[in-house]
């Protein structure tokens, strides 16, 4: 079956650090790759999403990139501030399987001033 | 705001009480899900409708009991809960078929069993 698996955290950086929270999938089919956001509080929002191998998804100085060789769609942003604290969840959506997404178990990050 | 409502945002309920959770999506999507989300562990996903039939009960309590009248309508029904049951239950809604499409997350019912 389908499976992500993410990096455990927490996450704990200082304000202008770089981030990478690492993520990698198994799929049956060609998945469409996402990363969501949980800010406190509040539910799940779609942070940025990747449909095809070597594209590149982005949003809010956030980048992932498909890798179907290494099976991979790790999460980066070169300057992370205190406000981007949250919770990450990578995720898929298999073309060849269940239109029931697959959520790796989520990342917390914790940014300090 | 994501398209997704989830009424109440926090709830606080007896052991002995019967409570319900309303979700509502305006989104034109078919298929609708409750999660639970509890402190330090995965999303864990409860029940999936799929226009209005259950397609998914991953070994969830009686205690729980999952109700979608339409598919812009979900409920979760509480009875007789246990203080471990107190967590963030989100509702979402995609549409239904796989592939690059996104679901869509309530805020989530904060849920305290006392």
């Known amino acids: 079956g389908d499976s992500v698996t993410q990096m455990e955290g927490p996450v704990t950086l200082s304000e202008e650090a770089f981030l990478t929270i690492n993520c990698t999938y198994t799929a049956t089919g060609y998945p469409s790759l996402f990363w969501y956001v949980q800010y406190p509080g509040e539910g799940l929002q779609l942070l940025l999403k990747?449909?095809?191998?070597?594209d590149k998804g982005s949003n809010k100085g956030f980048e992932a990139t498909y890798r179907k060789e290494t099976t991979s769609f790790h999460l980066e942003k070169g300057s992370v501030q205190v406000s981007d604290s949250a919770v990450y969840f990578c995720a898929l959506s298999d073309e060849g399987g269940s239109y029931i997404p697959t959520f790796g178990r989520g990342t917390s990050l914790i940014v300090h001033p | 705001e994501t398209g997704v409502t989830q009424t109440p945002r926090h709830l606080v309920m007896g052991m002995t009480n019967k409570k319900s959770l309303k979700c509502e999506q305006h989104l034109g999507h078919n298929a609708m899900y409750w999660y639970k989300q509890s402190a330090k562990k995965p999303l864990e996903l409860m029940f999936v409708y799929n226009f209005k039939e259950q397609t998914e009960n991953n070994s969830v309590p009686s205690r729980f009991s999952p109700e979608c009248p339409n598919s812009s309508h979900l409920f979760l029904h509480l009875h007789t809960l246990q203080p471990e049951d107190s967590a963030l239950y989100l509702c979402?809604?995609?549409?239904?078929?796989?592939?690059?499409?996104?679901?869509?997350f309530g805020q989530g019912t904060r849920l305290t069993v006392v």
């Open positions: 990747a449909t095809k191998a070597d």
């Open positions: 979402a809604s995609s549409p239904n078929r796989a592939g690059n499409t996104e679901a869509f």
